[in-house]
Antibody, heavy 124, light 108 residues
Framework: EVQLVESGGGSVQPGGSLRLSCAAS????????MNWVRQAPGKGLEWISYISSSGSSIYYADSVKGRFTISRDNAKDSLYLQMNSLRAEDAAVYYCARVEIVVVTAIRYDAFDLWGQGTMVTVS | DIQMTQSPSSLSASVGDRVTITCRTSQRISTYLNWYQQKPGKAPKLLIYAASRLQSGVPSRFSGSGSGADFTLTISSLQPEDFAIYFC??????????FGQGTKVEIK
């Protein structure tokens, strides 16, 4: 079955750290760009980080830059998010999401076609 | 940064109704616009990509249109399983993305 499964969420005090993991199965993980997206309780979706298929290209949202680190281990089919200096506003469900790329008339379009079930992070 | 504004924030509709949700972007993004559906306690699900292309397995009652800065998601005949929150997402600024704030579709 093609799926993503997050783990590592939990409760942490402000200023603390957590490391989230996302295990991929059913597809060739090393071929795909990946992201982390979060959703605060009752709120919308916020993209927070991207990593290329090889891991050589990384981007962050300003809200987490300098505090969060995305990484991947293609040998283990896994994506990670190291979260440091956590704040109350980081409390959310964290999703990993796969990027699907479609080329239409030589134009690249991308979207998040596969999501994990999410892992909850509480900061208090 | 590209800002996304969805309208309405919520709507009430009946089964069988035609429903339209709008997404407006702060700058023109051609057709780099995706739509997602999210049900309570679940991860988002991709419905539409490239503004109008239906993701595999998504029912044909869903359709997307628009280009530039104004986009629309239409559900032609609302079904019970369609009550959910819908989000738009711009992919113009890949590899950074922005989502709209969401539109909640509720049962009238």
């Amino acid at each position: 079955e093609v799926q993503l499964v997050e783990s590592g969420g939990g409760s942490v005090q402000p200023g603390g750290s957590l490391r989230l993991s996302c295990a991929a199965s059913g597809f060739t993980f090393s071929n795909y760009e990946m992201n982390w997206v979060r959703q605060a309780p009752g709120k919308g979706l916020e993209w927070i980080s991207y990593i290329s298929s090889s891991g050589s290209s990384i981007y962050y949202a300003d809200s987490v830059k300098g505090r969060f680190t995305i990484s991947r281990d293609n040998a283990k089919d896994s994506l990670y998010l190291q979260m440091n200096s956590l704040r109350a506003e980081d409390a959310a469900v964290y999703y990993c999401a796969r990027v699907e790329i479609v080329v239409v008339t030589a134009i690249r379009y991308d979207a998040f076609d596969l999501w994990g079930q999410g892992t909850m992070v509480t900061v208090s | 940064d590209i800002q996304m504004t969805q309208s309405p924030s919520s709507l009430s509709a009946s089964v069988g109704d035609r429903v339209t949700i709008t997404c407006r972007t702060s700058q023109r993004i051609s057709t780099y616009l995706n739509w997602y559906q999210q049900k309570p306690g679940k991860a988002p699900k991709l419905l539409i990509y490239a503004a109008s292309r239906l993701q595999s397995g998504v029912p044909s009652r869903f359709s997307g249109s628009g280009s530039g800065a104004d986009f629309t998601l239409t559900i032609s005949s609302l079904q019970p399983e369609d009550f959910a929150i819908y989000f738009c997402q711009q992919s113009y600024s890949t590899p950074t993305w922005t989502f709209g704030q969401g539109t909640k579709v509720e049962i009238k």
